[in-house]
């Protein structure tokens, strides 16, 4: 279980304790010997140093020429690679909708297994969703012990203060987070694309979630204002949702689902803040609501009516990585992975 604090987090938002003690804050060795062996961001030692170094560059950047290129060239780099991306991801294993802290998570988790095809899509042209920044659009990013694994694992540094950890700002984890996830051989993510619906097949048990229904998101936002402009899809063998909470481009799948009747209608929503059970309880109801769908992250509370947790980041991490090993367990089951 999550380590419970409220007011603790919230002072933790405002400052990180300029009196640190050594040792307290984690800084990954290993991140520290790739700067320093940086032939492009030397660590210097003096004034004297600094100076002789911005001399240095500035000769350099002033006598730089960059190579010729053809227009048409950048055009058929750019277009030629995406449309190759699109025909590879046209079936792919596990569709991710929405590129936020949980889902996000979710795809670092299945790079660890290289023979899974991820498909991440993201409507906004910026990944990242609402963890570019703690709460209240301060910095400082809060996550209650265990969450904090994730961390260690891709080196971003943090204070410790024993229930929780501080990260001096939330993008030190979200680019990191990012960077893993797409830096990956079988990770594909297509931004500023939206999902319009789900694809589902009718089984006797119900309705079966099979895929995504996409459109570039300025014609999804612009339905309105337009004549009809049809969308294509993705075929997925599982779909994790984690578009977040209800707003104006959240809960999409837990929206579509009761509107075609495949969830009881009136969903209970996200309840008022409790920090000491949300978490809890978002991790814990991170499943599989409907066959072939996974949801995780705030968009579980849409569903489950779980309490949001406000400025703390810790189950937003773990669902994903939780969603990520039930879509495993659901390409066994249902499609003979592993066999």
């Not at 048409?72 to 750019?78: G, N």
């Not at 991306?85 to 079936?91: I, P, S, Y």
């Not at 936020?100 to 023979?115: R, V």
């Not at 009718?202 to 009809?228: F, I, K």
Request: glycine share 8%; charged share 20%; with cysteine.
């Amino acid at each position: 279980q999550f380590a419970p604090t409220t007011k603790t987090i919230a002072a933790a938002m405002f400052a990180l304790r300029s009196s640190r003690v050594a040792g307290a804050l984690r800084r990954p060795a290993a991140a520290f010997a790739a700067r320093a062996k940086s032939s492009l961001a030397p660590v210097v030692s003096s004034p004297a140093d600094t100076l002789a170094y911005a001399d240095k560059q500035l000769a350099h950047f002033d006598g730089m020429s960059f190579l010729p290129i053809k227009e048409s060239t950048v055009s058929r780099e750019m277009t030629t690679r995406y449309m190759g991306d699109m025909v590879d991801h046209a079936e792919t294993d596990v569709v991710i909708i929405g590129a936020g802290s949980a889902g996000l998570s979710c795809a670092y988790e299945l790079t660890k297994h290289k023979d899974i095809r991820v498909t991440i899509i993201e409507q906004n042209v910026a990944p990242g969703g609402g963890c570019w920044l703690g709460g209240q659009l301060f910095s400082a990013m809060v996550v209650r012990k265990p969450g904090h694994t994730l961390f260690d694992e891709l080196d971003v540094p943090y204070d410790d203060k024993g229930d929780y950890v501080v990260v001096k700002h939330a993008a030190l984890f979200m680019s990191s987070v990012i960077r893993a996830s797409l830096i990956a051989e079988n990770t594909k993510l297509f931004n500023a694309v939206a999902v319009e619906d789900l694809l589902v097949r009718q089984e006797d048990e119900g309705v079966r979630v099979r895929g995504v229904v996409t459109n570039w998101s300025l014609v999804t936002q612009n339905h309105d204002t337009q004549s009809c402009m049809d969308p294509q899809v993705i075929e997925a063998k599982v779909v994790v949702t984690a578009t977040g909470h209800d707003g104006p481009m959240g809960a999409t799948s837990a929206k579509r689902l009761e509107a075609i009747g495949a969830l009881p209608a009136g969903l209970p929503g996200m309840h008022a803040m409790d920090m000491g059970t949300a978490e809890d309880a978002v991790l814990h109801m991170t499943t599989e609501v409907v066959p072939g769908l996974i949801f995780a992250g705030m968009e579980v509370a849409e569903v489950r009516g779980c309490n949001r947790m406000g400025p703390t980041f810790g189950a937003m991490l773990m669902s994903g990585q939780k969603a990520a090993s039930l879509a495993i367990k659901a390409l066994e089951r249902d499609h003979g992975y592993g066999a």
